[in-house]
């Protein structure tokens, strides 16, 4: 712990600030570790705490704010690039949604504690058009409680950490070559998931022109067409394919029982 404290002490508050800004624009730093170190190095009276949980604030806060911008501009394609080192980028999308459909602006209050939402609350949040004023009031809470509640362990378990990491410098380049195994193995089950997962990334699609042959002919009766636009797109208001039903894709699983199963079903969302 004292080689993690004395990083901290000499670069201080900008090295907060970056690696939680780092963090919240879906860099995998570990900000956490960080703010823990941060917490204790104000317990050994390095840093000043308000200021330097305010900088470690000030970068979620921007980083966030950065992504929410950006996801108010680039929509769901923003979102396929923050989801595509996941084994199925679809599914994460669809879950990231979900946690955003079923709680809303709550979500933004504890998203940066869960691995795979965290860095995709604030561009749902932008592609969805909540108002910039209402998304920084909660991120900033979120950010706030994220900030503290590990600032707080680093503080309270300072003796604690500084003993862990004492362990580890006596271990040297045992606990190295332990952790150059679990990296591999970890990137290796990623790469299973990848492989076993890819089947789902190419998804059929059909020329706009054979469709409407298809609604224009004998077989109009055998096609129904749904148009499965998230609630942050759609527009009720807007002009649909005329004779298709819509449903809201967070509650796919729920609304395709009730599907007819003899008709080719056709999706769209733009």
């Not at 923050?82 to 979500?107: D, H, M, Q, V």
């Not at 990848?194 to 469709?211: A, G, I, T």
């Not at 609630?231 to 005329?242: E, F």
Request: charged share 15%.
């Amino acid at each position: 712990m004292s080689t993690l404290l004395t990083q901290i002490s000499q670069h201080a508050y900008t090295l907060l600030f970056f690696i939680v800004l780092a963090e919240a624009v879906g860099f995998p730093v570990p900000a956490a570790l960080a703010l823990a170190g941060g917490g204790a190095a104000v317990a050994a009276k390095l840093l000043h705490g308000p200021t330097a949980f305010g900088f470690a604030i000030l970068g979620s806060l921007l980083g966030d704010s950065l992504l929410y911008f950006a996801g108010r501009v680039s929509g769901w394609s923003l979102l396929g690039i923050l989801c595509r080192l996941a084994s199925n980028p679809e599914a994460c999308i669809l879950r990231s949604a979900e946690s955003f459909y079923k709680r809303g602006k709550l979500t933004l209050l504890f998203a940066k504690f869960i691995p795979g939402i965290n860095s995709m609350a604030a561009p749902l949040a932008g592609s969805m058009k909540m108002r910039y004023q209402q998304f920084l009031r909660y991120d900033a809470a979120g950010a706030t409680l994220y900030v503290l509640s590990y600032g707080v362990i680093g503080f309270l378990f300072r003796n604690f950490l500084a003993a862990i990491n004492h362990g580890f410098n006596a271990l040297g380049h045992a606990f190295t070559l332990l952790t150059l195994i679990a990296f591999l193995i970890y990137f290796g089950y990623r790469l299973w998931l990848y492989k076993r997962n890819s089947v789902f990334r190419v998804v059929p699609r059909v020329q706009v022109k054979e469709l409407a042959d298809k609604l224009g002919g004998e077989d109009k009766a055998k096609v129904l067409i749904v148009d499965v636009r998230s609630h942050g797109y759609y527009d009720a208001s807007a002009q649909r394919i005329a004779g298709s039903i819509r449903i809201e894709p967070n509650n796919f699983d729920a609304e395709i029982k009730n599907l007819s199963h003899d008709r080719d079903i056709y999706l769209y969302c733009t």
